[in-house]
């Protein structure tokens, strides 16, 4: 008896997993160490089928770029067990924000990283601009949605980019040098053993980057 034909994967879903593969491919080595040929190995198509569906490399990282944002602005939305949010600029609506940001952080660490390759990505114009439009949006996400005043929310976010920027450099609390532990201690305020726990549940990036990017299964 002849073995059944493999089914072929929904086009969305064969997108889906194209995002996936590009958004690993784009944290461990930025935009410019990624090539849509590597991004098309990783997600099991060929080179062609990414050109037809992107059309370029920077269409195919913006595309990244939204999802990523996608991502940790879902997560910045106040939900029905937020707790209590009558003064938005509280120290507890703070905490809450924070803990749902580094949830977010520890679900899909890839979104963090692209996020960061893309605000150092300064010197293309177009990559420049994308940088400032996705800080502009998460500004506008946290006054907005979450309901912080500008002021506020242009601290978390500060704040948010320090706390990226520590995880990715899986800092500890219990790091020897007291400035780093104090600077720390500051920028994640009262969440500390949420991060601690993020750190334990998540690799070091320097270390994924150095092992490479998983490879999803491949479409059929």
Not at 125 to 139: I, Q, V
Not at 178 to 193: F, G, I, K, M, S
């Amino acid at each position: 008896m002849p073995a059944p034909t493999p089914r072929r994967l929904p086009a969305a879903r064969r997108r889906e997993l194209v995002i996936t593969a590009a958004q690993e491919a784009f944290a461990n080595h930025g935009y410019e160490g990624t090539s849509t040929d590597t991004v098309a190995r990783l997600a099991g198509v060929s080179q062609g089928y990414i050109v037809r569906l992107f059309g370029t490399k920077k269409a195919l990282f913006q595309h990244v770029v939204a999802a990523s944002l996608d991502h940790v602005r879902a997560a910045l939305r106040p939900t029905p067990d937020s707790g209590p949010t009558a003064n938005p600029a509280s120290a507890r609506t703070r905490q809450v924000l924070g803990r749902a940001y580094l949830r977010a952080i520890a679900e899909k660490p890839a979104a963090l990283l692209v996020l960061l390759r893309l605000i150092s990505s300064g010197t293309d114009p177009d990559l420049a601009r994308l940088a400032r439009e996705t800080l502009s949006s998460l500004h506008r996400s946290l006054r907005d949605d979450a309901g912080l005043g500008p002021g506020d929310a242009a601290r978390f976010l500060a704040n948010g980019l320090l706390t990226s920027a520590l995880a990715a450099t899986a800092t500890r609390p219990e790091d020897d040098d007291p400035d780093l532990r104090e600077l720390l201690e500051h920028t994640v305020e009262d969440n500390v053993d949420a991060y601690s726990r993020l750190l334990a549940r998540t690799p070091s990036t320097t270390t994924a980057a150095r092992r490479g990017p998983t490879r999803p299964p491949a479409p059929r």
